[in-house]
């Protein structure tokens, strides 16, 4: 379960953390917040995780990003925790992933779920791509 998620999300990275140019390190939270996010999305619908697992993950990155500023200390947004982003993997994963989730269930809600987060990546892609891996 854990390798073929982490495998998913590497792959996934090919594509959008890779094709898009990144001018500074501040972009690095939402390039791991949406790659984690689309992962879980990936992973639901192709079957590979039931909706208790899914369920589970996302209970699990509102943990990661409530323990990293209870427990751990962290003072940082997650946008400036994407700086030191291996210290402070757990506001940078999990807060990135739960302003993904956001996304895709305020996407979904807007286009009475015709549309998710998958069209929005791709879009930016599209609009955004410099033409690297993707």
């Not at 495998?7 to 939270?29: L, M, P, Y």
């Not at 739960?98 to 895709?104: I, S, T, W």
């Not at 791709?122 to 791509?129: D, H, L, W």
């Amino acid at each position: 379960m854990i390798w073929g998620h982490g495998i998913a999300h590497e792959v996934i990275h090919s594509w959008n953390g890779h094709g898009f140019a990144r001018t500074s390190q501040d972009e690095e939270w939402l390039k791991e917040g949406l790659t984690e996010c689309f992962t879980i999305l990936v992973r639901s619908r192709s079957g590979l995780d039931c909706e208790e697992r899914v369920s589970r993950r996302l209970e699990n990155c509102m943990r990661h990003h409530v323990l990293s500023k209870m427990m751990m200390g962290s003072e940082s947004t997650p946008r400036e925790a994407g700086h030191n982003k291996h210290r402070e993997r757990m506001l940078v994963y999990g807060g990135g992933t739960l302003v993904g989730h956001a996304f895709d269930v305020r996407i979904r809600e807007a286009t009475h779920n015709v549309k998710g987060m998958d069209d929005y990546l791709g879009t930016m892609f599209a609009e955004f791509g410099d033409g690297g891996p993707g």
